[in-house]
């Protein structure tokens, strides 16, 4: 199953700002299942980012430019050794918005 998820999700599942949770475990459990295929474009990765610097979120959740640009690269690029704590295993099938 092709799965885009909400960026909102997205943003909750980052390990650094919600170290479990509900949105954490639904991208596990599609990145983990060999029959789903998380479908990301740069438009989510752009608002993912936008979101993650929001002086709200910032004073709640201070996480550098860094590594916001490092969960958005994990997203697509499968970087596990960044990724360890976000997933036990390898992120199959992600879809890079470059690879069309």
């Known amino acids: 199953m092709r799965i885009v998820l909400d960026t909102n999700i997205l943003v909750r ?15 596990l459990t599609i990145v ?25 979120l910032q004073s709640r959740w201070p996480l550098t430019e860094e ?10 690029t499968r970087d596990l050794d960044f990724a360890h704590d976000l997933v036990r295993k390898s992120l199959p099938r992600v879809r890079h918005p470059s690879s069309g």
């Open 13 to 27: 599942a980052n390990p650094k700002v919600a170290p479990a949770g509900l949105a954490r475990d639904l991208l």
């Open 32 to 56: 983990s299942a060999n029959e789903h295929t998380l479908i990301l474009s740069s438009a989510i990765l752009v608002e993912v980012r936008r979101v993650l610097n929001y002086p709200h």
């Open 67 to 76: 590594m916001i640009a490092q969960y958005a690269d994990v997203l697509c």
